[in-house]
């Protein structure tokens, strides 16, 4: 375990030299921010604004951030022939891929904090004005702050899982494609209802095209289910019995996709 805390910790340190991803950092808490500027709305409204663009925003920016930095992980390395040097020391080919992923993690959930802790910052700003015009609403506000932890919750794993996914693809591909396809798997991810559609028989699809779409609706990570901003706008509780189901669905199908990468990026020529 040792070595892979090793490559875990350098990664970590060289990620945050990196001024491309410390930009998108940056802009998003910007982007998050500003969103308390929404004053010539309702207060109900105004704050419902204010949540639906602050998860919104935590969860695109965190998508970018785990897209470009799980798809330059390991391909620097084999750019800059560092990989050689690691590998010469006792570091196995899977301890390095998964000190990658860790250090990825570690990197992703510092950016995420910060994010989440802005956004924070702006809802307890908000919240005591729509209090004051509607103060009969406290208990509603208060399930508020409970889902919102939940949702940026969720939206770890889920950034956990692309990178993961961008990781992945980088054993398989060129820096240009790994990241297409993992944007491509990303967007297509969020489809997977619509494939359960079209699978339906009633539909009047071919057999072969119910197959292929009930094939791609069970591969495909279901990344809409780790957003629910519309249950907290709609005031709806999130149970944990939910969340955990959610995050164990995400954890499950996170070890395959490393899983996978390892058994790829072990016969693989670097």
Same mark, same amino acid.
């Given at each position: 375990m040792r070595p892979i805390?090793?490559?875990?910790?350098?990664?970590?340190?060289?990620?945050? %030299? %990196?001024?491309?991803l410390n930009g998108i950092l940056i802009f998003a808490? !910007?982007?998050?921010?500003?969103?308390?500027?929404?004053?010539?709305?309702? +207060?109900?409204?105004?704050?419902?604004?204010?949540?639906?663009?602050? !998860?919104?925003s935590i969860r695109f920016f965190g998508m970018l951030i785990a897209v470009f930095l799980g798809t330059r992980l390991v391909p620097d390395e084999i750019e800059l022939r560092t990989i050689h040097t690691i590998l010469a020391k006792p570091v196995s080919r899977a301890q390095f891929l998964f000190g990658k992923y860790l250090g990825g993690v570690g990197t992703l959930a510092a950016n995420m904090l910060l994010m989440g802790a802005a956004f924070y910052v702006v809802f307890a700003i908000k919240a005591p004005q729509f209090l004051a015009e509607k103060p009969e609403d406290a208990m509603i506000v208060a399930a508020m702050y409970s889902n919102i932890a939940k949702a940026i919750l969720l939206t770890f794993?889920?950034?956990?899982?692309?990178l993961g996914i961008a990781v992945v693809?980088?054993?398989l591909f060129s820096?240009?494609?790994?990241?297409? #396809?993992?944007?491509?798997?990303y967007f297509v991810g969020h489809m997977s209802d619509f494939f359960q559609q079209l699978s339906d028989p009633e539909r009047g699809a071919s057999k072969i095209a119910q197959i292929v779409m009930g094939a791609l609706y069970r591969i495909l990570p279901h990344f809409?289910? #780790?957003?629910?901003?519309?249950?907290?706008?709609?005031?709806t509780y999130? +149970?944990?019995?939910?969340?955990?189901?959610?995050?164990?669905?995400g954890v499950a199908y996170l070890v395959v996709v490393l899983l996978i990468g390892y058994l790829v990026f072990n016969e693989r020529e670097v």
């Open positions: 805390f090793r490559v875990a910790r350098a990664t970590f340190h060289e990620a945050w %030299r %990196r001024r491309f808490i !910007l982007i998050i921010g500003s969103s308390w500027a929404f004053a010539y709305l309702q +207060p109900g409204a105004e704050l419902q604004m204010v949540i639906d663009i602050g !998860l919104g794993f889920e950034v956990f899982l692309i693809a980088a054993t820096w240009v494609l790994s990241v297409i #396809f993992t944007f491509v798997f809409e289910i #780790f957003d629910i901003r519309e249950a907290i706008l709609m005031g999130t +149970p944990w019995s939910v969340m955990f189901k959610t995050i164990g669905e």
